[in-house]
């Protein structure tokens, strides 16, 4: 055990007050590209998916015959005037994106299904076509808000862990269900205070859940953790194989909260890589020096994404 939070001390003055993850933008693209009308007439519908940035647009131009022509070829031979697009300017000017906002960065292509509601109706939505595609994405745009949806919707029964708010403890104070680890140089305390895992005076120590898991699995985890006075606190996940060994280290999650008082909550997505077992989960801090230093854990969450 003596490499379990090793790892974990060593990395985390790098790792301390490290920010969320940057949020990813994705710009829909393919043959149900609105027009400037379709965008604005269909945009809160298509936000609803909370997965895109923004959009191309199918260019529509209103000649002086009064027929709206479709103009997506750039190579015609067709004459332009610019008053052909002053409908279509005015319909962008009308339309009130709230996050469809970006039109460029990474695009996502699709020919056989849409995300548009309008259009041809005989297609079906992608989410209707692939089930689970536009929360697939809303992970990869963001996992640090997929995380919390999924958390939040999750039943109290569906949390893996055990003693999560640390509402049991033994008649020493410390938390049952939880193990307990620190280096043979700190002599700090472990023990439960007012519904949370506490360490005192710790120079290197964790509490920590052993959880099975298979390859592919995706969880979702979070806790709550408030620090008094020194020391680098840190929420981590790491892996074990079936047999309890250590592996897979390049793939630790390492999350420390934000430099402010009071409480943080700390979330993330993890994927279980190939070859392990078992999921980790560590509540730990490091570097504590003085008689008043704290770090406080409550209301840990793992929660299997089945989808």
């Not at 379990?4 to 490290?18: C, I, K, P």
């Not at 469809?100 to 299904?113: H, K, R």
């Not at 793939?251 to 070859?275: F, H, Y």
Request: a neutral charge; one cysteine or more.
């Amino acid at each position: 055990m003596a490499g379990a939070y090793a790892a974990v001390a060593a990395s985390s003055v790098l790792a301390a007050g490290a920010a969320e993850p940057p949020i990813r933008k994705l710009i829909a693209t393919g043959w149900d590209s609105p027009t400037p009308a379709r965008f604005r007439a269909e945009l809160a519908a298509f936000e609803k998916w909370g997965v895109f940035g923004g959009t191309t647009l199918a260019p529509a131009r209103r000649g002086p015959d009064g027929v709206q022509h479709d103009c997506r070829n750039a190579f015609s031979r067709e004459h332009w005037e610019r008053s052909d697009f002053t409908e279509a300017l005015a319909e962008l000017k009308a339309a009130r994106p709230l996050t469809a906002t970006d039109d460029f960065l990474s695009w996502i292509y699709g020919e056989t299904a849409r995300w548009w509601p309008g259009g041809r109706k005989e297609h079906p939505t992608w989410p209707e076509k692939l089930p689970g595609a536009d929360r697939a994405l809303q992970r990869a745009v963001n996992p640090v808000a997929a995380a919390r949806a999924m958390l939040t919707s999750a039943k109290p029964e569906d949390n893996l862990l055990a003693n999560p708010a640390f509402a049991e403890a033994d008649t020493n104070g410390l938390a049952l269900k939880w193990w307990t680890w620190q280096d043979e140089s700190s002599h700090g305390q472990f023990t439960t205070c007012d519904g949370a895992a506490c360490l005192k005076q710790m120079a290197n120590g964790c509490f920590g859940q052993t959880i099975p898991v298979q390859p592919g699995e995706r969880y979702a985890i979070s806790s709550r953790v408030r620090k008094t006075g020194g020391g680098v606190s840190m929420v981590s996940v790491r892996w074990k194989t079936p047999e309890q060994r250590w592996t897979a280290e390049s793939l630790d999650q390492r999350l420390s909260p934000a430099q402010r008082d009071g409480w943080n909550e700390l979330v993330t997505l993890v994927q279980v890589p190939e070859g392990v077992g078992h999921l980790v989960v560590l509540l730990g801090v490091a570097q504590q020096t003085g008689p008043t230093d704290l770090a406080e854990f409550d209301d840990v969450r793992l929660v299997r994404i089945r989808e």
